[in-house]
Every structure is written in C-alpha cells, then in structure tokens.
C-alpha cells in the first residue's frame, strides 16, 4: 500500500528534478554566504527544510498532551492500586450472618 502512495510520488520528484537543471545562486543573508545550485536542489531542499520545521512545530505542540496522558495513566494506576486494597480490607473483614 505505501508503494503504491510512495512510487508516483517518488517519480514526480525525479521528474521534477530532471527538468529544472538551470542553476541558481543561493544566498544566506546575513553570513554573505552563497552557493550555486541545480533549481530542483534548492528547492527540495527548501521544501525538506520546511517540512522538518514543520514537524518540529507539532512534535512541540503534543509534549503537553503526551504529558497529560502520562499524568493521567499514572492517577489511574494509583487508583486501580488504591480499590485493590480496599478490596482486600473488605475480604479480611469477618462476614456478617445472612438476615433472617
């Protein structure tokens, strides 16, 4: 199944990259430093960096509720503990004689 998303995917991207072959000057601003690049490979590589940027920002913005879970998996195995125990109080009291 994921060949079958991947291997279209895959082959625009060689497409892509065969096809804009022109070179480019790519040039970070404030370091003055510059290279010269195939177009396909300044703009993958933009569009890689983003992407990571991305998923930077949304592995950020779940800590809180990963931490939450977490929080909240350890109150319910104290409380399963907790009726475990009251349980066991409630098995060692003696047994009161059925009414009647």
């Not at 079958?4 to 404030?30: C, D, E, K, M």
């Not at 907790?82 to 047994?95: I, S, T």
Request: charged letters at 10%; hydrophobic letters at 55%; glycine letters at 4%.
């Amino acid at each position: 199944m994921r060949l079958i998303i991947a291997a279209p995917f895959l082959l625009l991207l060689v497409l892509f990259a065969l096809s804009n072959t022109q070179t480019v000057q790519v040039g970070l601003w404030p370091t003055g430093w510059s290279a010269t690049l195939p177009l396909s490979i300044a703009i993958l590589t933009a569009m890689a960096i983003a992407f990571l940027m991305g998923a930077l920002i949304l592995w950020v913005s779940t800590l809180a509720a990963i931490h939450r879970a977490r929080r909240a998996e350890h109150n319910a195995r104290q409380l399963e503990t907790q009726v475990q125990g009251l349980k066991a109080l409630l098995d060692q009291r003696p047994k009161l004689p059925p009414p009647g």
